[in-house]
């Protein structure tokens, strides 16, 4: 597993994750404004992308000590 993994990001938000088994294993990104994720979803709410916590991308930043 990496060192810059979601779940030590400083944009990594797992308590506004509000199904059962996605809050087990993953939380929300905050690293960009919520997004609409298909066509469908343009007529409804926009969301941040729900992540595993032993995801990681290039936009990582480490939480502040």
């Known amino acids: 597993m990496t060192d810059k993994a979601c ?3 400083a944009f ?6 509000k199904e059962t088994s996605a809050k087990e294993t993953g ?6 404004a919520p997004t609409f994720l ?4 343009m007529h409804g709410d926009a ?7 032993n995801d990681w991308c290039g936009s ?5 000590a």
């Open 38 to 41: 298909t066509e469908e979803e």
């Open 60 to 64: 990582f930043e480490g939480q502040a």
């Open 47 to 53: 969301h941040w992308p729900v992540v595993k916590s």
């Open 27 to 32: 939380g929300l990104c905050r690293f960009s």
């Open 7 to 9: 779940n030590v990001c």
């Open 12 to 17: 990594f938000d797992n308590a506004a994750v």
